[in-house]
């Protein structure tokens, strides 16, 4: 069992590929801190859901006391992406006596997973493109095209959400 997992993602919208993820983590770390980006985005295409509304997608699926649910701004930059999600991170843990090392990085992608295992951190992959589930980006453009497919890809309670909000 590993002490503290984390997460990056957009979750735009929290989806069935993310669920799992989030599920193998909680499985294996007393504790998951997941990190919500493009936090300062929001109604745009690529985004179109709130800070906010994200996290109210997550509370609504996962127990709380097991997950942290931070928000970050993207500054689009790849290469520079760890070692910031790190530092901040690191301050939380100075004004929260929390301890935020990262023991296990959980990805989605071998190309996510890899921006991680270059700074030592040991990761563990769930590679969605082997499963039968859709992307983001996929599903984004279903609920665009008001095609309700989407509802098969992400958990009821964040069904219920995204009816509730008119994008």
């Known amino acids: 069992m590993y002490s503290h997992g984390l997460i990056c993602l957009r979750a735009q919208p929290l989806h069935l590929g993310h669920v799992e993820l989030i599920n193998k983590a909680m499985d294996i770390c007393q504790s998951v801190t997941i990190v919500i980006g493009s936090s300062q985005e929001s109604r745009t295409e690529r985004n179109p859901f709130s800070i906010e509304e994200r996290k109210k997608m997550f509370y609504s699926v996962f127990n709380q006391k097991k997950l942290n649910c931070i928000s970050v701004e993207d500054i689009n930059n790849p290469p520079k992406w760890?070692?910031?999600?790190?530092?901040i991170l690191l301050m939380l843990s100075?004004?929260?006596?929390?301890?935020?090392?990262?023991?296990v990085y959980?990805?989605?992608?071998?190309?996510?997973?890899?921006?991680?295992?270059?700074?030592?951190?040991?990761?563990?992959?769930?590679?969605?493109?082997?499963?039968?589930?859709?992307?983001?980006?996929?599903?984004?453009k279903m609920i665009k095209e008001k095609d309700d497919t989407w509802?098969?890809?992400?958990?009821?309670?964040?069904?219920?959400?995204?009816?509730?909000?008119?994008?």
């Not at 760890?82 to 530092?87: A, E, N, R």
């Not at 509802?151 to 994008?167: A, N, S």
């Open 82 to 87: 760890v070692s910031y999600i790190l530092s």
């Open 94 to 103: 100075t004004y929260s006596h929390v301890n935020n090392e990262v023991d």
């Open 106 to 140: 959980f990805a989605g992608t071998k190309w996510d997973a890899e921006l991680f295992q270059k700074e030592g951190i040991k990761t563990i992959i769930l590679d969605r493109s082997l499963s039968n589930l859709k992307s983001g980006t996929e599903l984004r």
């Open 151 to 167: 509802k098969r890809y992400v958990p009821l309670e964040v069904q219920k959400i995204i009816e509730e909000i008119k994008i």
